[in-house]
């Protein structure tokens, strides 16, 4: 499985980015998709989560009611729609697929990753 994470860049405080990530393999509908974050000098932290049985999403508290996470199997890509951005919010975003889960929160459960999309929040 390979993964390609884009939609990253500059914006202001106040606006919104959509991340996409898209999927190489003909059974991306069976994979939990996530999202993760790793701002400069600190951990790799867990954003956002999608199921592949029934679609049910998780968030980490500090993106709740902010980011919306959406996947499309047809088109085998996962995006994640940032509104209301920070400057908190600035970092590298993953994306990332666990194939042996519905859905998985914590970074341990993934099997693969993509290379990463920076997300500059200016203030």
């Known amino acids: 499985v390979q993964l390609q994470a884009s939609g990253g860049g500059l914006v202001q405080a106040g606006g919104s980015l959509r991340l996409s990530c898209a999927a190489s393999?003909?059974?991306?509908?069976?994979?939990?998709m996530g999202w993760f974050r790793q701002a400069p000098g600190k951990e790799r932290e867990f954003v956002s989560a999608?199921?592949?049985?029934?679609?049910?999403?998780y968030y980490a508290d500090s993106v709740k009611g902010r980011f919306t996470i959406s996947r499309d199997n047809a088109k085998n890509t996962v995006y994640l729609q940032m509104n209301s951005l920070k400057a908190e919010d600035t970092a590298v975003y993953y994306c990332?697929?666990?194939?042996?889960?519905?859905?998985?929160?914590?970074?341990?459960?993934?099997?693969?990753w993509g290379q990463g999309t920076l997300v500059t929040v200016s203030s």
């Open positions: 393999g003909r059974t991306f509908s069976r994979y939990a």
């Open positions: 999608i199921g592949w049985l029934d679609g049910s999403t």
């Open positions: 990332a697929a666990a194939v042996r889960s519905n859905i998985a929160t914590t970074e341990y459960e993934y099997d693969y």
